[in-house]
């Protein structure tokens, strides 16, 4: 047998899910250094046959760079060690292996090329080593990644027929078989705030930034990305806090440290008008931080499986919940998910080793929104609250937008189970 292995992002506002049971490579990188494990794993062998199943450790010795950056393609080598499967005959084929990994929690998949391979009867089969790429995952930056082991299935060709043995790891997926350094992304100098932020000719204004060396800096106002001539000067602390003083004499509309990255600081120019003055005041008021939609989705139907005596996995994808954040301020939210166990409330059936994946995403679905959103970790569901997207506090800048949070998601099953329809319901809420 073959178990599909699946891992993506998943989600819903408050969704119930359905089950019926029934009986090419870009840029390589590389480093000068490579960092060698050799993990015992224990693994469960599923042998075509005449040839019996097996189970025990098997010594998975993994070679990976010892730095790469998020995004990089590196090499990896896999030396499975010897199995716990021993053949039962003295037989010549042309193997192919597959190693699937969780890379960072991201699947991924190594293949071996088609290798000639003699083995001897009576004997633990010993598979050679193979290489191949992995990507480290996207957002990684300052992290270390870690590689586990979640399924290795060998293909032996024998004759033009091809006879499959999939080995999964106890627990799945395996304790992890390698990791990779991924560098933080450097601090980029930048401005952080000007006080006052509006003036008319003669304010003088205070502008304070982030990242500086440490040492003299200056300050410059522009009016439409053109300098104006009206600059300052001021230091940075050995903490990189840097501030800076200017007088403001022409008219401008940004004011930055020089040096910094991204956009400058608005500053609003007051223009003195001859005439009668009539001052107009307009009050903004708060909306709502809210989730939706409000009375959640269907039940999202993920097909059916057919009891077989071995874990399975099936995969779905959930509707993506909306966020909005009208609070008008300059402060975060965190979305997180809760599920129920999978049950049929009318028979009483449950299955309580059951376990719903998320891996989530999270866009901004109005390009006016002054703030992003960043998707939580892929882990599993449970009835403890599990962030799985959240919108950074702006400290001195405006937050808020519109946002939509979903995903793809793997349910894996026990090997026996009750043949019915269950569901669970997963809840996500935002605060």
């Not at 080598?77 to 193997?95: A, R, W």
């Not at 952080?192 to 304070?208: E, Q, R």
């Not at 991204?262 to 609003?268: D, E, L, R, T």
């Not at 223009?271 to 989705?297: C, H, M, R, S, T």
Request: glycine share 12%.
């Amino acid at each position: 047998m073959r178990t599909r292995t699946f891992r993506r992002r998943v989600l819903a506002g408050a969704g119930a899910l359905t089950l019926a049971l029934t009986g090419g490579m870009a840029g390589l990188a590389g480093t000068a250094q490579a960092a060698v494990k050799t993990t015992p794993v224990y693994v469960k062998c599923d042998a075509p046959a005449p040839q019996p199943d097996a189970e025990g450790n098997q010594d998975f010795t993994v070679t990976l760079p010892d730095g790469a950056k998020a995004g990089d393609t590196v090499p990896i080598t896999i030396d499975p060690g010897l199995s716990p499967i021993v053949p039962m005959f003295t037989i010549d084929t042309v193997n192919t292996m597959k190693a699937k990994l969780f890379v960072g929690g991201q699947a991924q998949t190594v293949t071996s090329a088609p290798t000639p391979a003699h083995q001897e009867g009576g004997v633990k089969a010993d598979p050679p080593p193979f290489s191949g790429t992995i990507k480290i995952p996207d957002g990684t930056e300052g992290t270390t990644v870690q590689v586990t082991l979640d399924q290795f299935v060998t293909d032996a060709d024998i004759g033009g027929t091809v006879y499959t043995t999939t080995c999964t790891p106890s627990p799945r997926p395996s304790a992890p078989v390698g990791s990779v350094a991924v560098a933080a992304l450097p601090k980029e100098p930048v401005t952080t705030k000007i006080t006052p932020n509006s003036g008319k000719a003669g304010t003088v204004v205070a502008v304070t930034g982030a990242n500086f060396p440490a040492g003299p800096v200056t300050c410059s106002a522009s009016l439409a990305g053109t300098a104006t001539g009206d600059t300052g000067t001021g230091t940075a602390d050995a903490s990189g806090a840097a501030t800076c003083s200017l007088t403001v004499t022409k008219k401008a509309d940004a004011i930055k440290i020089d040096g910094s990255t991204g956009a400058a600081k608005a500053f609003v120019f007051v223009e003195d008008q001859p005439g009668v003055k009539n001052p107009v005041d307009v009050e903004v008021l708060p909306g709502p931080l809210a989730i939706g939609p409000k009375d959640g989705f269907p039940a999202s139907d993920w097909g059916k499986v057919t009891i077989n005596g071995k874990p399975q996995s099936v995969v779905g994808q959930f509707n993506a919940v909306t966020v909005q954040d009208f609070r008008g301020g300059s402060l975060g939210w965190d979305v997180t998910a809760t599920r129920t166990p999978f049950l049929n409330e009318a028979t009483g059936h449950s299955m309580a080793k059951a376990q719903i994946g998320i891996q989530p995403t999270c866009t901004v679905t109005n390009p006016d929104s002054p703030s992003t959103c960043t998707a939580g970790a892929p882990g599993a569901i449970t009835d403890s609250p599990m962030k799985v997207a959240s919108q950074a506090a702006g400290g001195d800048q405006l937050t808020g937008g519109e946002f939509s949070v979903g995903g793809a998601g793997m349910i894996q099953l026990p090997p026996f189970a009750f043949a019915d329809t269950y569901q669970s319901v997963v809840t996500f809420s935002v605060a």
